[in-house]
Nanobody, 128 residues
Framework: QAHLVASGGGLVQAAGSLRLSCAAS????????TGWFRQAPGKEHALEFV??????????YYADFVKVRFTITRDYAKNTMYLEMNSLKPEDTAVYFC???????????????????WGQGTQVTVSS
């Protein structure tokens, strides 16, 4: 059975940086798209798309509010996905979840319903 484990969250000051990791086990997601979502405080029912990437980065999406500041990458040898977050703002405070599609696909997706596997989330807190 496949598992995703997100890590790397923490407390950082505004304008700081963090790198989140999402390690997959049980199977590989080489030809599947993977992505990051987040859930902000007080918005327990609103999972917000952050970034997604397809096989070898051929198709990559970013939410408008993170473009330029965040970068999504994958290390296929380590079966791990990353989210490099720079110039963090207090409004980036949220629990960040990684996710993966079960079946291969040529393009990525920003829709949460397109993802089959989810990590447990990692807390990111940005202080002002």
């Amino acid at each position: 059975q496949a598992h995703l484990v997100a890590s790397g969250g923490g407390l950082v000051q505004a304008a700081g940086s963090l790198r989140l990791s999402c390690a997959a086990s049980g199977r590989t997601f080489n030809r599947n798209f993977t992505g990051w979502f987040r859930q902000a405080p007080g918005k327990e029912h609103a999972l917000e798309f952050v970034a997604a990437t397809s096989w070898r980065g051929g198709d990559t999406y970013y939410a408008d509010f993170v473009k330029v500041r965040f970068t999504i990458t994958r290390d296929y040898a380590k079966n791990t996905m990353y989210l490099e977050m720079n110039s963090l703002k207090p409004e980036d405070t949220a629990v960040y979840f990684c996710a993966a599609r079960s079946l291969p696909a040529s393009s990525a997706s920003y829709r949460r319903t397109d993802y089959d596997y989810w990590g447990q989330g990692t807390q990111v807190t940005v202080s002002s």
